[in-house]
């Protein structure tokens, strides 16, 4: 079993099992919060993302989310993980 502590929280795009990455933060599992600073206005695709196996593909057994969002100025998103599972 992986040793997993911590959490990827990106803005970018989902491309298949692979993420395009704009931002990236690594939240520790313990931290209730983040914060993204000096980032561009726009839309973007907020994913957090347990990496389980550690092998940089979204992949079966992952944990993830996303939701579309809009950056014109600070707001609070809240976000839950659940295991991925998709039939191929």
């Known amino acids: 079993m992986n040793n ?3 959490i990827r929280v990106i803005l970018g795009e989902r491309q298949g099992s692979n993420i395009k990455i704009d931002y990236e933060e690594i939240v520790d599992l313990g931290d209730n919060n983040f914060e993204f600073e000096d980032i561009a206005q726009g839309e973007y695709e907020l994913i957090a993302w347990i990496d389980v ?8 057994g992952d944990y993830f989310v996303s939701k ?16 991925l599972y998709e039939e191929e």
Request: zero cysteines; a negative charge; charged letters at 35%.
């Open 4 to 6: 997993v502590n911590e």
């Open 53 to 60: 196996r550690n092998n940089n593909t979204l992949e079966n």
């Open 68 to 83: 579309n969002i809009t950056v014109e100025e600070d707001k609070n998103v809240d976000l839950t993980l659940e295991e």
